[in-house]
């Protein structure tokens, strides 16, 4: 009667009322040894019961571990991995019990890694995938099952149904690819325990995977909000070790390649992920000398706005305080060419910020007259004095600041330049008005102070009654102001 039993009991536990009396009743622990049966039709009544009788009662949950229940359940996955209904049953007891901290000490000594694999390839609905992406989230939270996850090859049973899904428009196939990517996510996302021992484990196909969810990002980046999701940023900062691996030519190789075939989602996502790993110092340096520079200015012949976008973002942050990498990409000519066609004659405005920035940021970081001398020869200068008078105050205080370190290597070269683009006359129209930021009026008298060293534009700049301006700005309300506005007056009357 032993089935029939816990047949009436699971029906019974479906009664939200009737859950008390039937854990008073210590049914739970009678029908737990149930669990080691090899009858299929007791195995599936018996996990009902208690996972009715002991849903959403974490007590009752920590007490079904402490007596050995977890075992049980990777069990019947094991033995049963084909039957449907068993199967879904020791899912749902998982997916319950997974976010207990002895749950997971309790599987970790179990295989339900190969499993869950298993489970992850043979799943055909959409409910069965769910319910395994949540117990696999829950398990990554802990290192050691971080570690066998990787080690049973979930990364690459993930990237399957990425692949599988890339391109549908379905929403219950775009909730899969969400919720498979964020698992990826969390995989990598290892702590200094753990990091090493994943990324021991990546592979291209992980690589890939990485970049396809990135791709997902691209459409936010590109509409304006150039920030990268936070997830990526702790990851690229966890996992510089990825560099050893050479991960960075498995980016390349798959940038090249799709820049032959054409496929522009692909090549935004490489440039991304390109781009976060170049955010730190050590790893600009790394890439460097690794020709990441040569080899993604391939991409300049690209006519897709998105990835003329990204190419420049991901040059700029290479460049950023990198003054060997400013001097590499301030000589190509190919490059600065690009550049300025971007600059003057792009219908996105995006690609034109941007070529405008990372122009700036080239000036700003190098330390060679040799570059200064390229972009006037480009004709660059005009475009970034231009730039000054932008409707951000971020991007007019990287033009103000990239131009008055140009002035202070190669004044001489830049002279003709400034006279021609009146960038006197446009710092004048900068102090003069009231909605300017103080910064940038801060940073418009630091570039004035350098042009008074020549004598052309000292003159462009007494003749223009800026000593009256700046006189009056002595009175102003901020501090950084009134004091540039004085060491300027002291620089124009020669006093210092």
Known sequence: ?????????????????????????????????????????????????????????????????????????????????????????????????????????????????????????????????EIVFEVLQALAENDALKVQLVDAGVPEALSEILLRLQGSSQAEDTCIVKAASDLIVSLLLGGTKTGPRLIANFTKETVRLVILYHSKMESHCFQGKDSLNSEFTSLYGNCLRLFQLGVIHQLLDLLEKHVRSGDTSVQ??????????????????????????????????????????????????????????????????????????????????????????????????????????????AQGVKYLVSMTTSEQAAMQNEALNALAIASAIDLETLEESFKESQLVQTLHKLLRDDNTSPEVKYNSMGLLCRLLNSGDLRQEIEEGKIKDTLEQLCSHSNADVVKGATTTLEVLRGET
Not at 42 to 61: E, F, K, V
Not at 110 to 126: G, P, Y
Not at 329 to 335: K, M, R, S
């Open 268 to 377: 935004q996502a490489a440039l991304s992920a390109l781009q976060s790993l170049a955010v730190p110092v050590v790893s600009k340096v790394q890439m460097l000398e690794e020709g990441v520079g040569e080899r993604i200015e391939a991409l300049l012949r690209s006519e897709s706005p998105p990835v003329q976008f990204k190419l420049l973002g991901t040059l700029r942050t290479l460049a950023d305080g990198q003054a060997e990498a400013a001097e590499l990409l301030g000589q190509d000519p190919l490059l600065l060419d690009r550049l300025v066609q971007w600059c003057g004659g792009s219908d996105h405005s995006g690609i034109c910020g941007e070529a405008n920035r990372l122009l700036a940021a080239i000036l700003h970081h190098n330390r060679s007259q040799e570059v200064v001398k390229a972009i006037q020869a």
């Open 1 to 129: 009667c032993a089935v029939k039993a816990a047949h009436v009991l699971s029906e019974i536990a479906k009664n939200e009322e009737m859950k008390i009396p039937c854990i008073e009743a210590d049914f739970v622990l009678a029908l737990i040894p149930l669990l080691e049966s090899t009858d299929q039709e007791m195995l599936l009544h018996a996990g009902r019961a208690i996972g009715r009788i002991c849903y959403d009662n974490r007590s009752l949950q920590e007490e079904l571990v402490k007596v050995g229940v977890i075992p049980s359940l990777v069990r019947i996955l094991t033995d049963y991995a084909e039957s449907e209904p068993l199967v879904h049953v020791a899912l749902l007891a998982l997916y319950n019990l997974a976010d207990l901290d002895s749950a997971k000490e309790a599987l970790s000594m179990t295989k339900v890694a190969e499993q869950l694999v298993k489970q992850l390839r043979r799943a055909e609905s959409h409910e069965r995938l």
